[in-house]
């Protein structure tokens, strides 16, 4: 073949011998077996009697004699010498059968001598095949074969003709034959449609026999030479040579059908599947031929290495997001506190339900604690570090843990919520925090608290519920906007019964909302709840009632972590 290049490396080189040694040693046997069995010449046949010569044949017993339709037509010229016309002058039986089959009966008139084909037929006309007379007549060579279409009407409908046609001078006459060309043409479009060409390969002189979309399927120019299996061996890229060695071994000295698939060089990737059999002159014999079939399977080889990277990239996603699941389990179990009742020897209850933004792997910016510290004083803080995952709950335990630790200095709420936002001002632009930042003092029931750019805490007294008033000159900047600002705090009285619900924007906001509408359904929701069901004593009448204001709120809107952390003050123990 023109475009063969060396196979590159000497393992390669090796495999291709073997491939070639192969053929050559099955060409041998072959020779061999031929030499052995071949015919003694006849012994001289005794002198014939003399007995006269039979008749020649009749020119329609010629006819009858083909096995393909065929007409005899006779030219009729012009004045200028050109062919005007073809007129019928015999038919074989082969014609007939084939009229009778294809055409109604009604649809054809029947021959009354030489008349014109074309008033039997007017659609030939607009076909190739005065052309082709007019050729066969004046260079005296056969035409075709060409396939040629034309619709044929009739009382039942339009007849679709598809048929392979050739003419050849005959003497003075024109002799017309034809084939049903559908099939050859089907055979050909279900070749180009499935890619697909076959082959016989005859081991004994690498003469091959293609089908006529060999070519196509393997890439080659439509005039390109055949390749034999040695030259189909040298295409084909390394890893291929192996398989094609497997196949020809089973095919040729197993005696079995095998196949394989094959990359070709130079050809854009192209992937070939072939399947071969043995072709054999008799049972137990010398494979004398190889038949193969090969289709192109580029397409579908890439459609599923596509589909095997997609899916390996979205298993190593899922594994990925699993990693991330169980980090953010760690994490959430981690920062997030579960209540009991180690709050009552200082007079408080506490409740939280946690919703995490699924679509985040379970764990977002939220947080909150409810702590004791030194000198009988309880910390409490909500808050919500922006953005989502694992982003945003790194930003959150930071400040979640500084929070803790800066708690422990006995400084007031106002220096710790201002050390806070030096802490996110540190961190970048794009770790902004809000927070509730409160201390409790058991001994006056008094709740100090600042706000840094956070839902104010709503109070439930008596099943009404509002929103705490706000510090002097209202809620403090967010945490890590920016730095040295100031923070002040307002104190609330409690009385015994009061609830105090701390909760993040993700269980009110919904789209393109009204922050005031947010607040108020908030508000709706906790007296709803109150007054259906007052929560009683105990931790788990106030867990009962937290879960059921988050039930109430929660739903397919949400598109971020919602938080609620709900404090009673109850008697302190004496």
């Known amino acids: 073949m023109d475009d063969l290049t060396p196979v590159p490396d000497a393992r390669s080189h090796l495999e291709l011998q073997a491939i070639r040694q192969l053929l050559q040693a099955q060409r041998r046997r072959i020779r061999s077996y031929a030499e052995r069995h071949r015919a003694a010449p006849p012994a001289p046949a005794p002198a014939p009697n003399r007995t006269p010569a039979p008749p020649s044949p009749s020119g329609q017993e010629v006819l009858d004699a083909l096995t393909l339709p065929a007409l005899l037509v006779t030219p009729v010229l012009g004045d200028d010498g050109e062919m005007r016309d073809a007129h019928y002058a015999a038919e074989n039986a082969a014609a007939r059968a084939y009229a009778a089959d294809r055409f109604p009966e009604e649809g054809v008139r029947r021959w009354t001598g030489p008349t014109s084909l074309y008033e039997h037929f007017p659609a030939l006309l607009d076909t190739p095949v005065p052309g082709m007379f007019a050729r066969a007549f004046h260079d005296r060579a056969a035409q075709g074969p060409t396939m040629i279409e034309w619709v ?45 060409c076959w082959a016989e390969w005859n081991l004994g002189d690498d003469g091959v026999e293609p089908s006529r979309g060999f070519r196509q399927v393997l890439g080659l120019p439509r005039k390109a030479a055949v390749p034999t299996l040695s030259d189909l061996a040298s295409t084909v890229t390394a890893e291929s040579l192996p398989d ?16 394989c698939e094959l990359r070709l060089r130079g050809v854009a990737g192209r992937v070939i599947r072939m399947t071969a059999e043995p072709v054999r002159i008799a049972p137990g014999s010398l494979v004398w031929a190889l038949r193969g079939v090969l289709t192109d399977v580029t397409a579908d080889r890439h459609h599923r290495e596509t589909a095997a990277c997609a899916e390996g990239e979205a298993r190593r996603q899922r594994e990925r997001a699993e990693a991330v699941v169980d980090v953010a389990d ?68 930071k400040l979640r843990y500084a929070l803790a630790g800066l708690a422990y200095t006995e400084e007031r709420v106002e220096q710790l919520t201002r050390w ?25 029931a008094l709740l100090r608290w600042t706000c840094a750019g956070h839902p104010r805490p709503v109070l439930v007294r008596d099943g009404r519920a509002g929103q705490l008033p706000a510090p002097e000159g209202g809620p403090g900047l967010p945490l890590g906007v920016l730095p040295d600002t100031a923070y002040i705090a307002a104190e609330t009285v409690l009385r015994v019964g009061d609830l105090v619900l701390l909760y993040s924007d993700g269980l009110t906001e919904r789209r393109a909302s009204d922050p005031d509408q947010d607040t108020r359904r908030f508000l709706d929701a906790a007296e709803h709840c109150h007054r259906t069901a007052p929560p009683g004593p105990g931790h788990d009448a106030l867990q009962d009632y937290a879960e059921r204001i988050v039930a109430r709120l929660d739903g397919l809107h949400r598109t971020d972590d919602a938080t609620l952390l709900v404090l009673r003050r109850t008697e302190v123990p004496g």
């Open 152 to 196: 044929m009407s009739s009382p039942a409908g339009p007849v679709r003709i598809n048929d392979q046609v050739r003419v050849a001078p005959c003497g003075e006459h024109l002799l017309l034959t034809w084939e049903r060309g559908h099939r050859l043409h089907m055979a050909a479009a279900a070749q180009h449609l499935m890619r697909t």
């Open 244 to 259: 094609l060695y497997q196949t020809l071994y089973d095919v040729i000295l197993r005696k079995r059908t095998a196949r």
């Open 330 to 397: 760690a994490l959430r179990e981690a920062v997030l506190p579960h209540f009991q009742d180690e709050l009552a020897a200082y007079g408080l209850q506490a409740a939280a339900v946690y919703r995490p933004d699924e679509r985040e792997a379970g764990v977002g910016g939220d947080w909150y604690k409810a702590r004791r510290l030194p000198g009988g004083r309880l910390l409490v803080a909500l808050g919500d570090a922006r953005g989502h995952g694992l982003a945003a709950v790194t930003l959150m335990a």
């Open 420 to 444: 806070l936002n030096e802490l996110a001002c540190a961190e970048g632009i794009e770790s902004t925090a809000t927070a509730i930042i409160a201390r409790y003092h058991p001994e006056r």
